[in-house]
């Protein structure tokens, strides 16, 4: 089995299931679909990466979802919301979609990656200048990595620090005050509007990412 024959069956077994993550009825006071089921809102972060992302997909972090594709929307103080083109509720057989885009990104990153290794191996004349050229090129490659890692790590950290200064906030607020997590409000409507989510708050008008564009 090739690496990308191993990237295709973990990116399926992952979609298949944050799919049935966020299509499970018991789950929607914390993640559920948006109402026009072309996203999904993250009712309350700090909760779900405890509880139900360990549970569904073993990770306690987002940064699969974005590594796959999804991309993180603002849609009010709290919930956090995430869409991917071919992610939608009632159509499973779409998830394939995303992984062949991730794929295809995937194979289009490698080939960036090992060109410049090509280009210069065709110019070594002995078998030390090959072995300095792939050293180089690994250490380039390994330094380029970790430089990515310690930037995810620093997203990931602030997103969760963010996530528990909003559950301590909520904590002080009085419960009579609080906003139902299954009601998008006003505020929250304004907001998405702001930053041109609302497609994904309410279910009029037709979503910019219908399936029969991907």
Known sequence: ????????????????????????????????????????????????????????????????????????????????VFDCDGFVRGKPELLDKICERHLARLQASLDKEYKPLEDRLKNCKTKEEVELARKEHRERLNNERMEQLEAFKMSMAAAQKKAAALALEDQRTPQTSRTSPKICTEETMQHARLCNTNQFCNGKGKSAHSPQQI
Request: glycine share 4%; charged share 30%.
């Open 1 to 80: 089995m090739t690496h990308m024959d191993l990237e295709r069956e973990e990116c399926s077994d992952f979609l298949k299931k944050a799919y049935e993550m966020v299509d499970d009825p018991s789950t929607d006071s914390i993640v559920s679909w948006s109402p026009n089921g072309m996203a999904f809102i993250v009712w309350l972060p700090e909760e779900c990466m405890r509880d139900i992302l360990p549970k569904y997909l073993q990770v306690t972090t987002f940064s699969r979802f974005e590594y796959y594709g999804f991309r993180r929307l603002v849609a009010g103080k709290e919930e956090w």
